[in-house]
T-cell receptor, first 112, second 113 residues
Framework: GDSVTQMEGPVTLSEEAFLTINCTYT??????LFWYVQYPGEGLQLLLK?????DKGSNKGFEATYRKETTSFHLEKGSVQVSDSAVYFC???????????FGAGTRLTVKP | GAVVSQHPSWVICKSGTSVKIECRSL??????MFWYRQFPKQSLMLMAT?????????EQGVEKDKFLINHASLTLSTLTVTSAHPEDSSFYIC?????????FGEGSWLTVV
């Protein structure tokens, strides 16, 4: 079945460092891909998404490109801030958004 | 503010007892809600789909008699873990859809002692 493999954490960076969190997927069809973020004490929030190959999702300085050839959707940010400290989840959907498959989550801590 | 509210955030119960977790959609109606659980360092796993006015649909391997789901109104779904055991200790989270947007609750940490 469909699945998502996500880079294990935790990840600790200094402020203004470059961030990459790797995510690869396995799917039989053409899924939509998502990055969710969970700040401490809050629910999951959609960070960005891409619905087809070569699409780039972006939000709050974060970017991820849907790479069909490498079945990847790596999350990047050029300069992280302390406020970016959270757990990040990569996820895929079979297309109707009714069945999400999540990665294990990567905890990011950004130090000043 | 929260669009989907989940309660309680933390619960500790004794082995053999039952515990109920509520998931409420605020300011919108959700005919379908979803329940997930997450073991430490593992993915969120879909447990079941909660359908308002009808029986829930369970994923393979999830015991329907152990994880009772009731979706009695368009804004409330409840998950009851019956006869809880320590291996049921986990993070449970619900989600609801408003149009094409998915909202997640804050999650509930269950510890069975």
């Amino acid at each position: 079945g469909d699945s998502v493999t996500q880079m294990e954490g935790p990840v600790t960076l200094s402020e203004e460092a470059f961030l990459t969190i790797n995510c690869t997927y396995t799917a039989t069809g053409y899924p939509s891909l998502f990055w969710y973020v969970q700040y401490p004490g809050e629910g999951l929030q959609l960070l960005l998404k891409a619905t087809k190959a070569d699409d780039k999702g972006s939000n709050k300085g974060f970017e991820a490109t849907y790479r069909k050839e490498t079945t990847s959707f790596h999350l990047e940010k050029g300069s992280v801030q302390v406020s970016d400290s959270a757990v990040y989840f990569c996820a895929l959907s079979d297309g109707n958004n009714n069945d999400m498959r999540f990665g294990a989550g990567t905890r990011l801590t950004v130090k000043p | 503010g929260a669009v989907v509210s989940q309660h309680p955030s933390w619960v500790i119960c004794k082995s053999g007892t039952s515990v109920k977790i509520e998931c409420r959609s605020l300011d919108f109606q959700a005919t379908t809600m979803f329940w997930y659980r997450q073991f430490p360092k593992q993915s969120l796993m879909l447990m079941a789909t909660s359908n308002e006015g009808s029986k829930a649909t369970y994923e393979q391997g999830v015991e329907k008699d152990k994880f009772l789901i009731n979706h009695a109104s368009l804004t409330l779904s409840t998950l009851t873990v019956t006869s809880a055991h320590p291996e049921d200790s986990s993070f449970y989270i619900c989600s609801a859809h408003q149009g094409s947007t998915i909202y997640f609750g804050e999650g509930s940490w269950l510890t069975v002692v």
